[in-house]
């Protein structure tokens, strides 16, 4: 008889988990049934293929967005699709003329 269970545990279904995860950006869920040991060891082989929660997945896309450059008047600026690694703030100042900052 196991030590890491009572009577009452073994005679209970595994319990079944699911995990969401981020994979290469696709979300996938993960079944997995068994005990909170066989849990941890799944959650741990997941992160050594590079699987994220979905929280710190939308926390790393939000720090990209903080790398953008602030226009002192309008806050962050965009990046622009024709020269990428450029940036311009997409606002218009008080007279109704296009932002000219740049970065
Ligand atoms: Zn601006």
Not at 31 to 39: N, P, T
Not at 56 to 79: D, L, N, S, V
């Amino acid at each position: 008889m196991s030590d890491e269970y009572t009577q009452d545990e073994q005679n209970l279904p595994p319990p079944r988990f699911t995990i969401h995860i981020i994979l290469d950006d696709f979300p996938i869920d993960v079944q997995i049934v068994g005990s909170a040991k066989r849990l941890r060891n799944a959650l741990k082989s997941l992160r050594e293929i590079g699987a994220v929660a979905p929280a710190a997945a939308r926390q790393a896309r939000t720090e990209r967005i903080r790398e953008a450059p602030i226009c002192p008047y309008h806050g962050p600026m965009k990046e622009s699709t024709k020269r990428p690694g450029t940036w311009y703030c997409s606002h218009k100042m008080g007279d109704g003329s296009y932002c000219k900052e740049r970065a």
